[in-house]
């Protein structure tokens, strides 16, 4: 059968190349097509659009991109009629692929939904939309299918994919020696620097963290880089600092840190699954009328990171939008660095947070529901 499957960022193009693997195991046949990056293209098919010439986020930036936003849903348009897929698979990204789902539908182009938009997070008001363009829904979180059930929509609830990321990764973890000697680190203690898969969050989030960094000169700050972001943009933020800048190499990094500093997204998930106690910031453009927005009228949740909303309380300490200040991580790390209580209750929820996650298989278990639907 015939794939086209859109990812617009990198964690949705790391859960699209797993359920692609899984898809060619459940149907000998599978031919894909996609919007997508580097690991999607490696287990094989058609790279049509690299999602980081999607990546835009927030209202003013995207804003400033809508000529070429519209331009990308266009191309996708006729690029999908043309290879007329037996089934198009969505993963996550909403603004775009709810378009991309209404126009399909029209076209009678079976939609699958892969890792639900966060409607449970945020606009609420998308359920109707998603009942209306999406034929099955699988999702990633337990508490997804009781939210959905509030809106008579049954979906699929099939397991958390970074879950199978993690176990692959584990079978080839570099131990710590080999990992401090492959990247000229030295013996101190490592703080893991996720700013982000996007040039706007590392612009926003890094310069905060290099400022954290100069605070604690007996850690050693490592920056998590992302191939797909120009170097040059790093090196704007770490010139002349002793802050190490490695590509690709997030999961070694965080199985070999004490604490980490992370800008919220799948990351925050993901350190939290290395047992890594952290802490977690956010900034978009628009200042204090964007945060009182959000915080008052918009976010649904007890927080905005993931390891926090899945278990409903507050269990890593969150630095939003006017709350992101030097002051406020700084006091914050130093409980992380050195309150080895502190960092006891944090291992304590993450134990209970991975008790919820379930158990690794998700990708497989999302692939060969498809095929069976696509079957039957």
């Not at 879950?163 to 990247?183: C, G, P, Q, T, Y």
């Not at 997204?265 to 009182?292: C, H, N, R, S």
């Amino acid at each position: 059968m015939k794939y086209y499957l859109i990812a617009g960022e990198a964690s949705g193009d790391l859960h699209g190349s797993n359920l692609m693997k899984e898809l060619k195991i459940a149907d000998k046949n599978a031919e894909f097509r996609f919007f997508g990056g580097d690991l999607m293209q490696d287990v094989g098919g058609e790279l049509v659009k690299h999602y980081r010439e999607m990546a835009f986020m927030g209202i003013v930036n995207v804003v400033l991109n809508l000529k070429t936003i519209n331009r990308n849903l266009k191309f996708c348009k006729s690029d999908l009629l043309e290879f007329n897929p037996d089934v198009l698979i969505l993963i996550d990204y909403p603004g775009f692929n709810l378009r991309i789902a209404e126009f399909a539908k029209q076209n009678n182009i079976k939609v699958f939904y892969y890792i639900s938009p966060k409607v449970w997070a945020w606009k609420e008001h998308r359920v109707k939309k998603i009942k209306e363009v999406v034929d099955e829904m699988f999702t990633i979180f337990p508490f997804e299918t009781e939210f959905y059930k509030k809106y008579n929509f049954d979906v699929h609830y099939v397991g958390n994919p970074l879950l199978d990321s993690i176990s692959e990764f584990n079978k080839r973890a570099l131990s710590k020696n080999h990992f401090v000697v492959r990247n000229n680190l030295d013996n101190r203690e490592i703080v893991a620097l996720l700013a982000g898969s996007r040039i706007q969050e590392i612009k926003n989030t890094l310069p905060l963290m290099v400022e954290i960094s100069k605070q604690f000169p007996t850690f050693q700050f490592v920056v998590a880089g992302v191939k797909s972001i120009d170097i040059e943009l790093y090196k704007t933020y770490l010139r002349d600092l002793p802050v190490q800048l490695i590509f690709d190499q997030t999961y070694d990094l965080l199985n070999n840190s004490h604490t980490a500093l992370v800008a919220s997204g799948t990351a925050a998930l993901e350190t939290a699954l290395f047992d890594v106690p952290q802490t977690v910031i956010y900034k978009m453009e628009g200042g204090w009328p964007v945060d009182i927005v959000m915080r008052n009228f918009v976010l649904k949740t007890v927080g905005v990171a993931l390891p926090n909303i899945i278990l409903n309380k507050i269990i890593v300490s969150e630095y939003i939008q006017m709350k992101m200040t030097v002051k406020n991580v700084k006091a914050e790390m130093e409980k992380l660095l050195f309150n080895d209580g502190y960092r006891k209750k944090i291992f304590e929820n993450y134990k209970r947070l991975k008790e919820l996650m379930g158990e690794p298989g998700s990708s497989k278990r999302a692939a060969q529901k498809m095929v069976e639907l696509l079957k039957s």
